[in-house]
């Protein structure tokens, strides 16, 4: 906990420099010199790395507590078995085959340990059946990696083609004043649509050094964690800018399917930055409902833009995180920081977002395989591993989000 506190401590400092050298050109009333400039992009960049390295370091401690805790329940950490507890033997043939097809190949196998990794039809393509436990993991280090996911709403159909959802397309008028024996008008019918998510496949392939996979410990974990690595950032990038055609429909994608053009909001924003009016803007119209579960998100470019601003008591807008597990807020809100949220500064584009993230679905059909290939690198001493998922994903409920927008 020394070590978070110090790296919190680190940040406070390079925020208040990064606000002096603010402070000074206002109450100099002019804008920072080309040196400032440079001295607070640099400082406000180092905040930037620093806050993901507490972010990392925060999600260790939570991962030691939990492992602490297994270890005092009498839980196996690795296995996540209770000691002393039987283990199914299929299952661990199953585990042990596999990790043996991964460093020693497919002819170390014998005749039970193949028949314990056919998978139906699929031997044919040389499909495996990956061990239970590296398919939840990767499955964790998914939600782990992305801002989304975490905050999404999220259906498993493993044996569905796709997810629907009805939805209502029209309301009914409000109700009205009457007599007793009056009914009211008949002047609206309340009429439905469906959202349906039709989970995509996607794919990544490594290449692995076969000398590596002999001799390093634990190599079906590293493998484990680069295809999570790859499947999380390439999801994300989907959850947020997705066209809809063939992946998920993005956050920052106008749609009628989506987030509509209604939902942006321009007003007080310049042609380059956002402005406290803009911000404000943006919060305001969106209903205070959602507010309780809403969320900013921008690109780090433009956070170190918004960290210049003030309300009209002269207070900055954006307040840095000081205690564990506290995120940055802005405007009494939570706030994300995203790399893969757009940050071209031009007219008319998109720069941040603010939102209550549940309303974003996600439907994963979660038969997720490992194709493994021995021979095909043969030549230059690897061995290739594809990893196969299917999901989309898309918001459900335009008006509880909010697009920032420059004028």
Known sequence: MSKLKELRDQRGKLVHDARELLNKAEAEKRSLNEAESRSYDELM???ADIGATVE??????EAE???AADVARGIDSATG????KSVDPEV???TKAFTKLIISGARSLNDAEVRALQADSDTAGGFVVAPEQFVAGLIKNIDDMVFIRQRATKFSI???ASLGAASLAADPADADWTTELATGNE???MSFGKRALNPHPVAKRLKVSNKFLRMAAGAEGIVRSRLAYKFGITQEKAFLTGSGVNQPLGLFTASADGVTTARDVSTGNTATSVTFDGLMEAKYSLKGGYWNRADWMFHRDAVKQIAKLKDGDGQYMWRESVRAGEPDTLLGRPMMMSEYAPNTFTTGLYVGILGDFSNYWIADA???QIQVLKELYAETDQTGFIGRLACDGMPTLAEAFSRVKLG
């Open 81 to 84: 078995e209770a000691r002393g």
């Open 45 to 47: 960049g180092k905040v």
């Open 187 to 189: 002047d609206g019918d």
């Open 92 to 94: 661990e043939l199953r």
């Open 158 to 160: 493993p044996t569905a």
């Open 65 to 67: 507590r939990s492992a």
């Open 56 to 61: 990392r370091e925060e999600k260790l401690v």
């Open 366 to 368: 979660l038969d997720f």
